[in-house]
């Protein structure tokens, strides 16, 4: 119990907006951290279906609500999955030797041009997307921030780590001993995936003009996002880092958004 408890804790710290914690990052503090992760998520889904229903009696205009839609989840985050999506774009970028790569993620402070401009497209992209999005949308796609969070667990539950010549990387600690702990771990995660979509589906049932295809876009990007992120990790990295799996939350949180709205416009 006092594990879990300090994984609470730890996963709060170190993923919202929270006061950080001063503990250590060791499998005692962190091995029950990813089943908490996605309810920093789910924050977020709240906190945005209420902006929905907020935001059309506050705002004249959609370049606010886009601009909220775009920015409150990596504020709420405190920037964690951030700061992974930009190391991770930096490395990528530099077409540099795995090595070099690995490097870039772990050690180095300063971005390159290629990533700061990758981010500046990235938010401009959000808010290009969440300004064109309809109201019933917003309460679609705001369970994607607990799926895309339920997922990152899971890789790095399921999938191998990179190494850093040999060093362990932040996120072994993520990972406790016990096989039985890891597959628990697993079972929660999914079971968040599994009630997200439900509640996706059924909203998306739910509309004035009944529209299932949003839900099921959402999932299929979410899916589509999901081997993308394990294939370019394998393949630069040699597997999943807390980076590359902070580039994958990322980027699954604009894919989601923009697969609702194709759905949307379609006339399916």
Not at 58 to 69: R, S, T
Not at 90 to 113: Q, T, V
Not at 218 to 241: D, E, M, P, Q
Request: hydrophobic share 50%; aromatic share 14%.
């Amino acid at each position: 119990m006092k594990t879990i408890g300090r994984s609470f804790l730890m996963a709060f710290s170190g993923y919202s907006m929270s006061p950080k914690s001063s503990m250590d990052r060791t499998k005692e503090n962190c091995g029950f951290i990813l089943i908490f992760i996605p309810l920093i998520g789910a924050i977020i889904c709240v906190i945005l279906n209420r902006w929905a229903v907020l935001y059309p009696y506050a705002c004249d205009f959609q370049i606010l609500p886009a601009v909220v839609g775009a920015v409150v989840p990596t504020i709420l985050s405190a920037g964690a999955h951030l700061d992974g999506f930009f190391r991770t774009t930096d490395a990528l970028s530099s077409h540099k030797i795995r090595e070099d790569k690995l490097k870039i993620l772990r050690e180095d402070a300063h971005g390159g041009y290629s990533s700061i401009m990758i981010c500046i497209c990235y938010f401009m992209v959000a808010i290009g997307i969440w300004s064109e999005m309809p109201i019933d949308g917003i309460f679609v796609i705001a369970f994607g921030y607990v799926i895309s969070r339920a997922l990152y667990g899971i890789s790095i539950l399921t999938m191998k780590h990179a190494s850093y010549d040999g060093a362990p990387g932040k996120i072994d600690a993520y990972v406790p001993d016990s096989k039985v702990a890891v597959w628990v771990q697993v079972l929660i995660n999914l079971a968040y995936i599994g009630i997200s979509a439900y509640l996706m589906y059924n909203i998306a049932c739910t509309y004035s003009v009944p529209k299932p295809s949003v839900a099921i876009a959402c999932l299929v990007g979410a899916a589509v996002t999901y081997v993308y992120y394990l294939v370019i990790s394998y393949r630069n990295f040699g597997g999943v880092t807390e980076e590359s799996g902070g580039f994958f939350v990322m980027l699954c949180e604009v894919v989601i958004p923009i697969a609702a709205l194709t759905a949307f416009k379609s006339p399916f």
